[in-house]
């Protein structure tokens, strides 16, 4: 039994709005203008658990640009960066920009695994912490 209604012209929301629960992953679809008074905060973070992690993987077969906005620490160390992968065929490229940092922690790659694209991390420093967010195209 479905009904359908007309959605009000404002959505007032006096606290916190989560989509979903437990590991699925919630969507909320907007048409127009989104205006937004505060931060946004989307970050996902990895722990490396040895010198070559995959921090992130997308499906090959939905989008074919992913932009990176990169964090790592280890102790007091950080390097940020930015990092744009983008699938052609069945090869990726990637390149990282902007980057700086006080030690190069991690050095960044992709690749194609079955049907997903892989960013993955390689780094000497066993300890590091992988923070980021992904907008895919």
């Known amino acids: 039994n479905t009904s359908t209604t007309t959605p009000p012209s404002t959505l007032t929301i006096g606290g ?3 989509v979903g629960s437990g590991s699925s992953n919630g969507h909320i679809t907007a048409s127009g203008n989104i205006d937004v008074s505060g931060d946004i905060f989307n970050t996902t973070a990895v722990q490396m658990t040895n010198s070559s992690s995959v921090v992130n993987t997308f499906s090959t077969s939905s989008h074919k640009t992913c932009k990176y906005l990169l964090q790592v620490t280890s102790g007091s160390h950080i390097q940020s960066s930015e990092m744009l992968v983008m699938l052609s065929a069945s090869a990726v490229h990637n390149t990282e920009y ?5 030690i190069n922690l991690v050095d960044f790659s992709s690749t194609v695994s079955a049907s997903n694209v892989q960013l993955i991390a390689s780094s000497s420093f066993i300890s590091c912490s992988v923070k980021f967010i992904r907008t895919l195209i």
């Open 16 to 18: 916190d709005l989560f």
């Open 98 to 102: 902007a980057q700086i940092n006080t």
